[in-house]
């Protein structure tokens, strides 16, 4: 079994079950999104990837392997970086010596920072358009600056899983954007929590769509957001068509009632959600 596949996963903490039996596949290369409401789980999930958090249940498997009893987590960050969704402030560095901890999974104590590791520093500085301010300090940084450099952090970690945390709040839409597509040009397999359900379409392969630490829908983002999935789940009206450059899915949302307002008329809102039987979401007023 190649890629990465969250099998079972169960999370509890402070004797709360945050996390329920979820099973995620994230095949090599492609780029795989959690969705749901605030406090389904999603980024629970992910920091049990990144090993922030420990299951209770369940595996982490990354090409077969159990990362978090099988692999020292200083052997699970040459394969997994994150990128999370806010900036830690504490950073008391320059740009440069910010990304260059990406390296230190790959140092040994006595082998400090060597050429070959200052080259994919300065080529990761590059890649996210950072390089002339590899001498800054990254706390002068905007927000959006500063997740490029986080970004060009996880680069040089040289994963071949990352970890993305609503990686793309507080950024303005032609950051959002570029991050994204710069994520995803770089071929790497990627399990990203995101909000935006219109980022979520245009970018990723596959969705699961969490509610209550528990997958309750995925496939293809066409097919799993509905908009009576989305009304049942995300308690808004969302009216479904088609982009006009991408040809992707596009939703509109609106807060008025659901299920009151008429879902069926619309474009590609006729097919069922995929909801696993037996899932009971309620439909919020
Ligand atoms: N250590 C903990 N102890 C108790 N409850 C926790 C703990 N960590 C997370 N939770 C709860 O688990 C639930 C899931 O949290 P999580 O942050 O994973 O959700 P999320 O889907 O990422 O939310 P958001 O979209 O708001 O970021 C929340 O209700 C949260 O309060």
Redesign the pocket.
Known sequence: MTGLRLEGLGVV??G?Q?VRDLTVGCPPGAFVGLV??????????LKTVYRVVRPTSGAVLLDGTDLVRDLTPRQSARRVAALAQESPDGFDFTVLEVVATGRTPHQSAWSPTSTGDHEIISAALDTVGMAAHAGRAFASLSGGEKQRVLLARALVQAPSVLILD?PTNHLDISTQLSLLELVRSLGITVLA?L?DLNLATAFCDRLYV?HD?AVICSGKPEDVLTADLIGRVFGVRADRSVHPVTGRLQLAFSSLPFPSLPSSSLPGTDEPAPVVAGAEIPIKQ
């Open positions: 903490a402070d709360v945050i749901g409401p605030n406090g389904s789980g999603k980024s629970t999930v609503e929590a909000h969490l630490g």
